[in-house]
């Protein structure tokens, strides 16, 4: 079962979203129209609530999770994915917020309460500490992830583009019959 019910929240997919047969999906989640999910990705809304906008790819391997409220942050911290977003392969995001148009690179973490603002590219294996904010318009790298230069415009036309991409693929995707996983 991917699309799993929680506590009673079951997740709220929009319209023409692909969730990969491989990935899980529950609880309190609610993913945009247009966005993918794509294969081993585990989207884990159990103990706060994870929004996902649209037109935003979730690539294969990676986990989001939530921060709990409890003695220690009373409010917890919710996973906030803006419209636009490319999530590479085997990211970690915990309980922070990701603006619009955001690059996340390959097995990169963001932590609890971190927010990276729109039109941000962060690459791959960064670690963005809990609590820390990222600037729109630039380029960060690193452990911890650290402001390089920023953005060109080329770059900046490329979320829209790679946003673009994905939403032809996992349409390609939708198309398939994946009946003989069952």
Known sequence: MKIRTFQGKRPKLGEAVFVDPSAVVLGDVEIGD????????????????????????????????????????????????????????????????????????????VMDGAVVESEVILGAGSLVPPGKTLESGYLYVGRPAKQVRPLTEKERSFFSYTAGNYVKLKDQHLQEDYSELD
């Open 34 to 109: 247009h966005s993918s999910i794509w294969p081993l990705v585990v989207v884990r809304g159990d103990m706060h609530r994870i929004r996902i906008g649209r037109s935003t790819s979730i690539q294969d391997g990676s986990v989001l999770h939530i921060t709990h409220a409890g003695p220690y942050n009373p409010d917890g911290f919710p996973l906030i994915i803006g419209d636009e977003v490319t999530v590479g392969h085997q990211a970690m995001l915990h309980g922070c917020t990701i603006g619009d148009r955001v690059l996340i690179g390959m097995g990169t973490m």
